[in-house]
Structure formats: C-alpha cells, structure tokens
C-alpha cells in the first residue's frame, strides 16, 4: 500500500508549524504506531480515530500494520485537533481516498467516537501558519469557517464529520450530520462579561485635568500608568474610559489580537476580526496562570496577552497576589511573557497598556491633607500596602498620577472645559502616526516600546535636556530604568504637540518627570489644554 500523506497544525502559543502526517499501512504485527514526539493527549488519537473511521463505516485495516509519523520528529506535537488529518491519512493510505487528493489541504478538527467533529482552539493562527507554508486550502470544523476565513485568499470548506471530510475530498455528496458542538461558547461568556466600558467617554468626566492628560499621555505612547489615591476619588472612573480615546486597531494588531483569543478559546467568530483595543479588569484575587498565561498541557493566554494592544486595569493592585506582581517584570520591561514548563517553551505577546489603582491605605480612608484622616489602618499594615508600590514593578510603570475628590464646586460648575473621547482620541491617532513614521524600519509602534539604546543614538533629547536628565539619575532620583522611560514619555509628549519638531527639549522633559514622579503638572501645561478644548 502507498504512504499517505495529509498536513496539520502544531502550535507554539500563538505561533503555528505545519506538521506533516504521514500514514503506512502494511503486513505485519497488528497495531497501531504514533510516533514523532506525541503528547498524550495525541497518543490517545489512535483509539478515537479507529472508532471515528469504524463507525463512520469506513474501511479500518484491522488486520495489518499501521504506523503514523508526524513531523518534523524533533517537534513536540500536542493536541486533538491532529485527529482529522490523521484519519484522513489512515484512509488514503489504505486506498479509501486517492492519496494524491490530500496533499495539498490542511486538516483540522477533534473526532468524537461516532465520527463527528468538535471545533478546536487556536484555528486562525493554524491557518495563518499554514498561508505562510503556501497551504491555501483548508478544512475545519462548521462553526469555525468564518474564523479560518479571517486570512485573506484562503479556500475554506467547513464539515460536521469523518464522512463529510471523506466526501468533499473525492468530490461525493455531503452526507447528513449534526451541527458541531462549538466548545468555545462557554469561555466566551465567561472572559467578555461586560462591556460597559465600551460605551463610557471621557465627556462624563468632571474636573481631574492633570489625571486626564496623563491618560492621554498613556493612550498616545502606550505607557503604563498608576492611579493613587483615596476611594471614591474616580480613579477606576478614568481607567475604564481609557479605551475610548485609542484608535482602532490596525491591520498587524487586529491579526495578532484575533489570533491570541482564537488560541484562548474566547474568540467570536461571527464578530469578524477584532478592531477595537480589549478591555479587562480582573479581580485581585486573580491567580498567575490567569493574568501571565500557563495551565497544563498546551499554554493558555492570560490576561496580559489577551489585552495586547488595549488596556489591563488592575484595581487594588497591591490586594494582588506576590507571585502575580513578581510575574509581570518581563512583560512589563519586553511586551512579551515566556511560559516555561517540563518540555515546553512558549513565548506569547503582551504590549498592554497597564493601568493600576491603589488607595493610600487598605481602608482607603487615609487623607491627612485634608484634615479628615479617619483611616483605621495599624501602621504595620499600613506599611506593608504601601511597600506593594515600590520595588522593581513600580520601576516599570511610567506614568504616577494622584486622584484627589472633586470639590462640592467642581460638582457643579456647568462651565468647566470638558472634551470628549473622540476629540481626544484624534490627537492620539495624530500622535501615533508620528511614531509609526519614526519607527518606520523598526518592528516597533510606539514610543514605550523603544530601547534605550535606540533612543539614546537614534532618537535623543536635545542637549541641555539631556543634561537635566542625567542630572536626575547622577543624584538618584531616577534610576537607569526610570530614565529610559522618562526619555521615551518626553517623545510622547513631543508627538502630542501638533506644532513641535525637532527632538524634545527642556519643556517635554519637565513634563516627563513630573508625569513619572507623580508631581503636579504646571498651571501653564494644563491651562494650555483647558484653552484647546
């Protein structure tokens, strides 16, 4: 009998290899050989493919030899969407299908028993993978066409079962089956939850002129930013209208983001790809497989990956867990989360936007400033909420901003400047559109996803600016750290201004350092705003 030679899928987070299944069916010891590096889950597909093909009444070669490669060998394969293309290689290589006629398609989709399918994780960035490998036609689970049909100029044929597969392959009627059971119904519900957000705008925010131009500051150069202050101040107010004022997704992100969700299981496909920045708010007690990404067997997105390219608002940042605040160093300093285990490597985006809230003590009642400190906090708890603030994490976070309650006047007063979020949001996108042609023949996007060194040879402040700042680390006011993302909120600063050019000065630097040390804004900076609005 001929080999017969079908393609799949294996992925790596988000990143997919084409994996060739080859299939034997000769005399010999009757059994059946999986080999190429399989998990078990893929070693278990001998027993569903074997009863998928029985009792789909196909031919099975119970009486020979049947041995399937997948490769290349040395790459380690997991999951149960390899079923379909392993079945369907058992077939051609026992003569049920034309070998020739499986060549050129790529198979995707889990078997049940009886011969139906179930659709899979991650189908986008398998069809992705296999458009780069020039596979242009592929075959998947029903309710996951308009997923693969996401990747322009690829050929989709959508099936419920074995016999369906078998059919479209040698051109016979479809036989009947029922509708696939989408699997990825239940983590939909469970991660989109509310979207609330999405129809709040900064035209309902009273007052708070420095925390609002520090929020667009945030939106137009992607930094992350924490919000201090006691409750009821409007900090969570302000995090969730962030994602108002971002502009729509390009072309690179939206493919990226849609990607990511389709491997978490949480992408709707009927909404088509992703064009607006994700939202996400968890809660505290939040585990770190569920923000960084993890979980037995094959590698799910947390949080920080599914909110690439849009906001993740952490309230009660220090209430969070120490393992889940350690593990956010990397993907705060890289854009990037790496997820080690036993015999996997998996490397997932994550260029959020990290905003996070604290209260000035676990009460949230601590305001001695105002001579009203009913704070009932001990100080040894006290201390221990406010060290959660400090240390390598805060080190990473670019913008500080303290939210004080708006006075009993500013509640009132029907004429204070207000701007909307599409206002806002048009000096964002102006803004970006000048990063984007700075960093043109970069693979970056934004100013907070510029190295020091790049911006230190390639992009630097102007000379006394530069002075000023090194005077700041030299004194230790700054770190090395903090002064690389001082430089690059300077850059930001500089694209929010429609009439600068050339490289930041004196000005954007001072209110650079203000933004990153939490001091006020100068009067002149944020009436300069109130008389543009």
């Known amino acids: 009998m001929p080999v017969a030679t079908t393609r799949t899928v294996s992925l790596d987070g988000a990143v997919g290899h084409v994996v060739t299944v080859q299939a034997d069916v000769s005399a010999g010891m009757v059994r059946t050989d999986l080999v190429g590096r399989v998990d078990q889950s893929l070693n278990e597909a001998r027993d569903r493919v074997r009863m998928a093909i029985t009792n789909s009444d196909l031919p099975w070669p119970s009486t020979k030899r049947i041995t399937v490669l997948l490769s290349p060998a040395d790459l380690r394969k997991r999951g149960t969407h390899h079923d379909l293309g392993i079945a369907l290689a058992v077939l051609g290589a026992e003569g049920a299908v034309d070998p020739l006629m499986l060549r ?13 399918l179930r659709s899979v994780r991650g189908v986008l960035p398998m069809v992705l993978a296999a458009r780069d490998r020039g596979i242009t036609t592929v075959m998947v689970p029903e309710p996951q066409v308009a997923e693969a049909s996401m990747v322009p100029g690829t050929t989709v044929f959508g099936i419920r079962s074995l016999a369906q597969a078998v059919a479209v392959t040698t051109g016979d009627p479809l036989p009947d089956a029922p509708p696939v059971v989408d699997s990825g119904a239940a983590s939909l519900l469970q991660w989109r939850g509310s979207t609330r957000h999405e129809e709040l705008d900064l035209d309902d925010v009273l007052g708070m002129t420095d ?55 949480i992408l709707d496909p009927g909404a ?57 160093r990397e993907p705060l300093e890289n854009g990037e989360i790496t997820v080690a285990r036993a015999e996997e490597l998996v490397t997932l985006p994550a260029r959020t936007i990290l905003v996070v809230a604290a209260n000035p003590c676990p ?44 006075s009993p006047h500013q509640r009132v007063d029907r004429f204070a ?13 102006a803004a970006r559109a000048r990063q984007a042609e700075r960093y043109a023949d970069t693979g970056w996007r934004l100013n907070a996803h510029a190295t020091g060194v790049a911006l230190r040879d390639r992009w630097p402040l102007t000379a006394s600016a530069a002075r000023t700042l090194d005077e700041h680390v030299v004194k230790g006011a700054l770190t090395n750290r903090g002064a690389v993302r001082v430089h690059r909120l300077a850059w930001t600063v500089h694209d929010l201004d429609p ?15 203000r933004l990153r040390q939490g001091r006020p804004l100068l009067d002149s900076t944020v009436r300069g705003r109130e008389c543009s609005a």
């Open 272 to 328: 088509g790809m992703l064009v607006r920045p994700p939202y996400s708010a968890p809660h505290h007690d939040a585990s770190k497989v569920s923000i960084v990404g993890g979980g037995s067997g094959q590698v799910r997105p947390g949080e920080l990956s599914r909110t690439h390219s849009g906001v993740l608002f952490l309230d009660e940042f220090p209430l969070f867990r120490n393992d889940v605040v350690e593990a956010m």
């Open 104 to 116: 050129h398609c790529l198979y995707v989709g889990e078997l049940m028993l009886d011969g139906s």
């Open 363 to 406: 009460c949230g009642e601590h305001r001695p400033d105002v001579g009203k400190d009913t704070c009932r906090c001990k100080p040894v708890a006290l201390r221990e909420y406010r060290s959660r603030l400090t240390g390598p994490v805060a080190d990473r976070i670019d913008i500080t901003r303290h939210v004080q309650p708006l």
């Open 211 to 265: 925390a609002r131009l520090a929020l667009e500051v945030s939106a137009a150069g992607g930094h992350h930013l924490l919000l201090s202050g006691p409750k009821g101040a409007g900090k969570t107010t302000l995090a969730e209208r962030l994602p108002s004022i971002l502009p729509d997704l390009s072309g690179e992100e939206s493919l990226e983001l849609t990607a990511i969700h389709s491997l978490a299981g």
């Open 417 to 429: 400047a207000r701007e909307d979020s599409a206002t806002v949001r048009a000096r964002v996108e």
């Open 499 to 513: 009439s600068s050019s050339g490289a930041p000065g004196p000005a954007a630097l001072d209110v650079a350092l």
